[in-house]
C-alpha cells in the first residue's frame, strides 16, 4: 500500500490521485459514499461493489488486499 | 438559534444559483449552501453552452465570462469523414466555451444581488424532517454544525446528489446511464478555431472525444465513456492519454488544467418533488443523454423552481401536492427531449465504427437544418433505411 492511501477497511482511495470530483458518490448504488469537500468516506453500508472503482476517471480507488 | 428560511438552497451551481435568483426576486428569504471554498471552482465542465437559451434564464451575455466563440459544431466519423453545422443549429452545447468558474460566480452574483444569502466551505450532512416532511439541513461549517429550518430544501447538489436520496426520492443511476469523463485544458495545440469537435467512435466506448477551442492554440480536450463500458480502473485517463497520442495537432501540447467528472445519460426520473424537497439541475438527472450537456437544462429548471417557490412561500404551502406546479413546470420545458434523446443513446452506444461512418458521410453529403435526433434519423432514413429500422420508435 503507497504512502498516499488511505484505508477505511472497505475501500482504499489514493489520495494523491483523488480529484474530489463526486464521480463516485453519485454512482454509488447504496448511498454508502460522502465526501466533505475533499475527503472521501465509506459508511458500513458499503457492500464493496465495486462501482466506485470503476467509475473514478483516474483510478483513485480500489478495493483492499485480499478483498475479492 | 436555530436558522430558518423560506428556502434553502443545497449547491452553487447554475441550478442553484438560477433558483435562488427567481425565489429571492420574487419575494423567498433564501439562503444558498456550498461546500466548496470557491463557486465554479475547479472547474468540472467541458465549458460548451450555446448562445440563444442564456437570455431565456435572466441571464445577460457578459463577455467577463466568454472565452471564445464558434461558428458551429463539427462532427468527426471514425474513418475522419466530418460534418459541420452552424452554431444556431447545433444545440445547447455549442456557440460559445465559457470560463466556467467565472460563469457560476457571475450566476451566485445575480442571486445574491435579488436578495439570497450564501454560505461557503458548509457541508450539508444530513436532512432534517418532520412527519416525514423534510423540514431543513444539517450543516458542517469550519468545526461547527447547526441546522437551519426551512419551508422547502432544494437539492441543487449535482451529479453527486444526496439529498434526494436522504429524502426519500430514488436517483440512484445504473452503469450504462452513467458517463465517466476525463479532460486536459492544453495549450500549445492547433485546434480547429471555427468549430466545437465531437469526435465518435470507440475510441471513446459510448460516448466520444471533445474538442472545445477556448482560443487559437488552447482547447478543452476531453473523453466521456459509459461506464459499463470501463474495463479497468482509470480508464477513462488512459482512453484519453491513447486517444491524445494519436492525434497530431496535440504533439507538443502542455497541460493547463485536468478535469475529472461523471454525468448522468439517464432518462428523467419520474419524482423530483416530496413534501418540503424538490430537485433542481443534474441531482435532478436532467442531463442530456446524447451530449451529456447539463447546463442548459439545470438553468431552464431553475428558473421554474424558483418561480414556484415563490408561490408557495405566499401560501406557506410546500407540500409535494402544491410542488407539482414545479414538476409539470420543468418537464413542459425539457422531459421529452430528455426522453426521446435517451432513448436514442439506448441505441447509439451499441453502433460499430462503419455504421457511425455511414451516418456522418450522409450527414456531410445531405446536410440537416437543425441538429436533433428526429432530423438526423428522417435524413438517415432517406438514404439508408435499414440504419433506422432500430430507431423505427423515434421516427
Ligand atoms: C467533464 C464534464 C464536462 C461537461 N461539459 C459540459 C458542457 O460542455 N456543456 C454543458 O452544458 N454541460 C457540461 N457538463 C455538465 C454540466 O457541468 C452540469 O450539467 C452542470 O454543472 C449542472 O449544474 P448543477 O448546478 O446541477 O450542478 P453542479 O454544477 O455540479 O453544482 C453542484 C454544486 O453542489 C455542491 N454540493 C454537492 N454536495 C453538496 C453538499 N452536501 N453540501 C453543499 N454543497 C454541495 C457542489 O460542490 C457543487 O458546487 C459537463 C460535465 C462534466 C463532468
Not at chain 1, 6 to 28: F, N, Q, R
Not at chain 1, 30 to 55: H, M
Request: charged share 25%; net charge negative; with cysteine.
Amino acid at each position: 500500500m503507497g504512502v498516499t492511501v488511505s484505508d477505511s477497511g472497505l475501500m482504499e482511495v489514493d489520495t494523491s490521485l483523488c480529484m474530489h470530483c463526486g464521480a463516485c458518490v453519485g454512482t454509488c448504488p447504496r448511498n454508502s459514499i460522502f465526501l466533505n469537500e475533499v475527503i472521501i468516506t465509506f459508511d458500513d453500508s458499503c457492500n464493496q461493489c465495486g462501482l466506485c472503482v470503476r467509475v473514478c476517471p483516474i483510478g483513485a480507488i480500489d478495493k483492499p488486499e485480499g478483498a475479492e | 438559534m436555530t436558522l430558518e428560511y423560506d428556502v434553502v438552497i443545497v449547491g452553487a451551481g447554475p441550478a442553484g444559483s438560477i433558483t435562488a435568483k427567481f425565489a429571492a426576486e420574487n419575494g423567498a428569504s433564501v439562503l444558498m449552501i456550498e461546500k466548496r471554498q470557491e463557486i465554479g471552482s475547479p472547474v468540472r465542465c467541458g465549458e460548451g453552452i450555446a448562445r440563444y437559451w442564456i437570455e431565456s434564464v435572466g441571464i445577460p451575455l457578459d463577455k467577463k465570462w466568454i472565452a471564445y466563440e464558434v461558428e458551429g459544431a463539427k462532427i468527426v466519423s471514425p474513418n475522419g469523414t466530418e460534418f459541420c453545422i452552424d452554431e444556431r443549429h447545433a444545440g445547447e452545447e455549442v456557440g460559445t466555451v465559457i470560463e466556467r468558474d467565472l460563469f457560476d460566480k457571475a450566476l451566485a452574483r445575480h442571486a445574491a444581488k435579488a436578495g439570497a444569502e450564501i454560505m461557503l466551505k458548509s457541508t450539508v450532512v444530513g436532512l432534517l424532517k418532520d412527519n416525514g416532511k423534510v423540514t431543513g439541513v444539517r450543516v458542517d461549517q469550519m468545526g461547527k454544525r447547526f441546522d437551519v429550518k426551512a419551508g422547502c430544501v432544494v437539492g441543487a447538489d449535482g451529479f453527486e446528489s444526496q439529498v434526494g436520496r436522504w429524502g426519500g426520492i430514488d436517483t440512484t443511476l445504473k452503469a450504462k446511464d452513467i458517463t465517466t469523463c476525463f479532460q486536459y485544458r492544453m495549450t500549445d495545440i492547433n485546434p480547429d478555431p471555427n468549430y466545437c469537435e465531437f469526435i465518435l467512435g470507440t475510441e471513446a466506448p459510448g460516448g466520444y472525444v471533445w474538442v472545445f477551442p477556448k482560443g487559437k492554440d488552447t482547447a478543452n480536450v476531453g473523453l466521456g465513456m459509459q461506464l459499463s463500458k470501463v474495463r479497468e480502473k482509470g480508464d477513462p485517463k488512459k482512453y484519453l492519454d491513447m486517444y491524445i497520442e494519436s492525434d497530431e495537432r496535440f504533439k507538443n501540447g502542455k497541460i493547463l488544467d485536468m478535469v475529472c467528472g461523471a454525468v448522468s445519460i439517464s432518462a428523467p426520473l419520474d419524482q423530483t418533488v416530496t413534501d418540503g424537497l424538490i430537485l433542481v439541475g443534474d441531482a435532478a438527472r436532467m442531463i442530456d443523454a446524447i451530449t451529456g450537456g447539463g447546463i442548459a437544462n439545470a438553468c431552464r429548471a431553475g428558473k421554474v423552481a424558483g418561480e414556484v417557490l415563490a408561490k408557495c412561500v405566499k401560501e406557506k404551502d410546500f407540500s409535494a401536492e402544491r410542488l407539482q406546479e414545479y414538476e409539470k413546470g420543468w418537464r413542459a420545458q425539457i422531459e421529452e427531449r430528455l426522453y426521446r434523446d435517451w432513448m436514442a443513446k439506448e441505441k447509439l452506444v451499441t453502433l460499430s465504427n462503419e455504421t457511425f461512418d455511414k451516418i456522418i458521410a450522409t450527414l456531410a453529403e445531405v446536410g440537416v437544418e437543425k441538429l436533433n435526433v428526429y432530423n438526423i434519423l428522417k435524413v438517415i432514413e432517406a438514404k439508408h433505411p435499414e440504419l433506422v429500422e432500430e430507431f423505427a420508435d423515434l421516427l
